[in-house]
């Protein structure tokens, strides 16, 4: 399969590959590596009582394609700085053009979503 430029970028550097650990961390998880595609985020998060809680940094493990690998380490970059949302940076379709997604690949993105979600579930 040929994988588009930005694909390949987030895919072989996996910024913001990794866990966090300690207090103030949000995890979430969705898939599994059996179907072939799981994800995991981590969200260090802080916050004043009357403020809402802002991610400081994101960090992501996923098992699966690299258009898995590289969505997750995109969305996890660009996360520091935001309020803790359910919503992705990006709507999952939005996503999909940018990374050249094929349709039926769909499904993963939705994995990711999960994950995210589950994470921000959390706070």
Same mark, same amino acid.
């Given at each position: 399969m040929?994988?588009?430029a930005l694909t390949r970028r987030y895919f072989? /550097? +996996? !910024?913001? /590959?990794g866990t966090l650990e300690g207090p103030g961390i949000l995890s979430g998880a969705a898939g599994s590596r059996s179907l072939g595609t799981w994800v995991r985020f981590d969200l260090r998060v802080a916050g004043a009582a009357n403020r809402p809680a802002v991610i400081v940094e994101a960090r992501f493990l996923a098992f699966g394609c690299p258009h898995?690998? +590289?969505v997750a380490a995109w969305v996890a970059e660009q +996360? /520091?700085?935001? !309020? =803790?949302s359910a919503e992705l940076p990006q709507p999952v379709d939005a996503l999909r053009r940018s990374f050249d =997604? !094929? =349709?039926?690949k769909l499904g993963r993105l939705l994995v990711v979503e999960d994950a995210w979600r589950a994470a921000a579930a959390r706070k």
């Open positions: 040929r994988y588009s072989e /550097a +996996a !910024p913001c /590959a898995t690998i +590289a +996360a /520091a700085g935001h !309020p =803790v =997604v !094929p =349709v039926e």
